[in-house]
């Protein structure tokens, strides 16, 4: 992370993480054309910074930490100053850094300040470059640009964000940049709530960061550590209180992947001015007051579910069908529309509508049809960390929905769509926690999670070898997807084409048995209700196929169990604690026919780790071999001092998936007995070590 982002947090959250398919991994960045120069100027001043601000001089860069510079820059001081202001606050932003080397020319010489014209004034009050310690004005030539990054647009999230851009002139290796900023916020909702977030460390060297509140001292701030034992300085006057923070060159971190939510890479202290979760809810709560008339046709749909449908239970997710399949998702997020939601008629009659948009007009539609429903907050990525978050609204990204009939409660997430299963067996969003806005409120409430009792994926295979010279070996594959997984394989198919997934599965298919083809068009079917999708393929292997390169010799039999989503990170300075995420239950069953010998199967294949289990059952007739694998997690996550063990587990499980055969052995009788001794594992079979191979791209291209 660049230590010169800005500090608090001013991003429109709750607009830009709002949709949360799975498969949508390709962000678009659309970049309208300039605005004029007197919009420029309109938009961007150029004014000296107010008097309360404190300028303070540039810390020289410990030595000690010069080899520990990256992208040729060194960062000497970022500062950030706060004060509260009648409507609002107002942000002060310092940066200065100096160019080390050849690539910091790069990016040491752009800027690019982002800011939201409906609620934030942008000032620049600082503009030099300090060379041989003369300082370089160069606020008065700065000519900016203005530029509308839509970077979400691909997602259908249009927030309304500028960027105003400038290229220095004259800027060399050696050269210290200084430039400031002053904000002035007036939010759209909740003007008298203040949420900051900074971080103490960061991943390559600061000389100095120095964080700044000014406060009424009758508004006591919240104020909440995570992983660092940097302390504020307090100080009281004049009905103000002054909170101030220094990290003084503090030691780089380096980034560990696959942390919790709750455990970041990086110290930081986050801010609230709310005590608890009510001024959230208090603000918003007059935003998401359910529609209590609807436009003719959806009231007409409304009560044809209610003709249908008896029962409070299938009325729920008759409305749930509804909104989330018919109403499609875009985010119209400017302005005070980051946080408040377009009313019902406004959505049907445009026909989208973002978390927040549909999440009301559920809501709306549910207490139509009698059943108890509120708007919640929640957050998609972070949402299991929010019970220890200061209270603030920025801690949200997402809106889904709090349904109840009698004592039972629903979460429902109305920005997903194509989701199966009824009241019963309906899954819950696993995002953690969640803040119903109801008046009064208990505050955050846990999401529960949902243990499989069963696989949620389960492989058939079964391979058929020829039984005479000249045929073609026979393979079919009958996947069966329950729950969430059956969710995720019906988007995709809705997403691409069944060809495309078949193209997909033939080339998972053609690594391991080259020449191999399909014989049959991709089957599915979805029993939606239920939430059970299967699919059907069907290949063969000619005969020269299967006898080049010894692959009968050699034949690979692979379980596809999804162990490719399994993190393994580096324990090379690993101190935290790594996320295995929800619960993972899958299942793959290998069946091989028209065999000539009877075949063993493989020796001590179970592995058993506390956090997840890989177990092999099989049995074996004179002509066939059954293999069936079941994998499943048993904890959320591995802590930090058993990682080791874990990663080992993790190679020793990747050994045990997949093993290799010479099916070409013929029993010296074939007409021996069903208690014939079976051919000895040694020698047949062989394991394939996990660091040969890059499994986890090939079990991608399959797409599991």
């Keep these: 992370m660049n230590p010169g982002a800005q500090l608090i947090n001013r991003t429109v959250r709750l607009a830009a993480h709002c949709r949360s398919f799975a498969f949508i991994i390709v962000l678009a960045c659309a970049l309208a054309g300039p605005e004029s120069g007197a919009r420029a100027d309109e938009q961007v001043r150029k004014a000296p910074a107010e008097d309360w601000v404190e300028m303070i001089g540039i810390p020289d860069l410990d030595q000690a930490r010069a080899t520990e510079i990256r992208n040729g820059m060194a960062y000497l001081l970022t500062d950030t100053q706060i004060r509260h202001r009648n409507g609002g606050y107002t942000v002060f932003d310092r940066l200065a850094y100096k160019v080390t080397d050849r690539p910091g020319l790069e990016s040491g010489a752009r800027l690019d300040i982002e800011f939201d014209p409906s609620r934030e004034k942008l000032s620049f009050n600082r503009l030099t470059v300090i060379r041989s310690g003369v300082a370089i004005d160069k606020l008065g030539e700065a000519k900016f640009e203005i530029f509308r990054r839509e970077t979400d647009s691909e997602r259908g999230i249009f927030d309304g964000r500028l960027t105003a851009h400038v290229d220095l002139s ?162 119209l997020s400017m302005g005070a529309g980051s946080y408040v939601p377009r009313r019902p008629e406004a959505v049907l009659a445009s026909g989208f509508g973002d978390c927040k948009d549909k999440a009301l007009l559920l809501v709306s539609a549910l207490r139509r049809l009698g059943i108890e429903a509120e708007a919640a907050l929640t957050d998609i990525d972070g949402g299991k960390a929010l019970e220890h978050s200061v209270p603030a609204l920025q801690a949200f990204d997402h809106a889904i929905v709090k349904a109840r009939i009698g004592e039972r409660v629903w979460w429902l997430d109305a920005t997903d769509y194509l989701q199966g299963g009824r009241a019963a067996n309906i899954v819950p969003p696993a995002y953690g926690f969640a803040l119903p806005l109801v008046a009064s409120g208990a505050g955050l409430e846990k999401i529960p999670v949902t243990e499989p009792l069963e696989p949620t994926q389960s492989v058939a295979e079964r391979f058929a070898f020829p039984e005479r010279e000249g045929e073609p070996l026979v393979l079919t594959v009958n996947t069966i997807y329950r729950n969430g997984d059956a969710d995720r394989m019906r988007r995709r198919l809705a997403q691409a084409s069944k060809a495309k997934l078949a193209d997909d599965y033939i080339q998972y298919y053609s690594r391991q048995y080259p020449g191999i083809r399909s014989t049959a068009m991709l089957e599915t079917m979805d029993d939606r209700d239920l939430n059970v999708l299967t699919t059907k393929e069907a290949y063969e292997l000619p005969s020269e196929a299967l006898r080049a390169n010894d692959l009968a010799k050699n034949f690979p039999l692979r379980a596809d169990i999804g162990i490719g989503g399994i993190p393994a990170p580096t324990a090379v300075g690993r101190t935290g604690p790594i996320e295995l995420g929800s619960p993972v239950y899958t299942s793959h069953k290998v069946t091989v026919a028209n065999l000539k010998a009877r075949f063993s199967p493989p020796e001590k294949a179970d592995v058993h780790d506390p956090h997840f289990t890989l177990k092999l059952s099989w049995s074996t007739l004179p002509d066939e071999l059954e293999l069936e694998w079941r994998f499943r997690t048993l904890k959320e996550r591995v802590p930090a001092e058993a990682v080791g063990a874990y990663l080992q587990s993790v190679a020793e499980i990747n050994r045990k998936v997949e093993w290799y055969y010479d099916f070409t052995q013929v029993d010296a009788d074939t007409t021996r007995s069903d208690d014939a001794p079976t051919l000895g594992f040694t020698g047949m079979v062989r394991a394939l070590a996990a660091a040969v191979r890059d499994l986890d791209a090939e079990r991608a291209d399959r797409g599991q």
């Design 170 to 331: 004259d800027v060399r290796v050696g050269d210290i940049i200084d430039y400031a900023t002053t904000y002035e916020i007036t939010p759209t909702v909740a003007q008298d709530l203040l949420f900051a977030h900074f971080q103490t460390e960061w991943g390559e060297p600061v000389a100095l960061a120095r964080e700044k509140i000014i406060w009424p001292t009758e508004k006591p701030l919240n104020i909440r550590a995570v992983r660092t034992g940097l302390k504020a300085k307090v100080a009281k006057a004049g009905g103000d209180t002054t909170y101030q923070w220094e990290a003084i060159n503090p030691p780089p971190v380096k980034r560990q992947e696959n942390l919790p939510a709750d455990y970041p890479t990086f110290g930081f202290v986050e801010i609230s001015s709310a005590s608890d979760w009510q001024p959230v809810v208090d603000a918003l709560l007059p935003f998401y007051q359910p529609a209590k008339s609807f436009p003719a046709d959806f009231e007409a749909r409304i009560t044809e579910i209610e003709r249908r449908h008896a029962g409070l239970e299938d009325r729920l997710i008759a409305a749930l069908r509804l909104v989330q399949d018919e109403i499609r998702y875009v985010s």
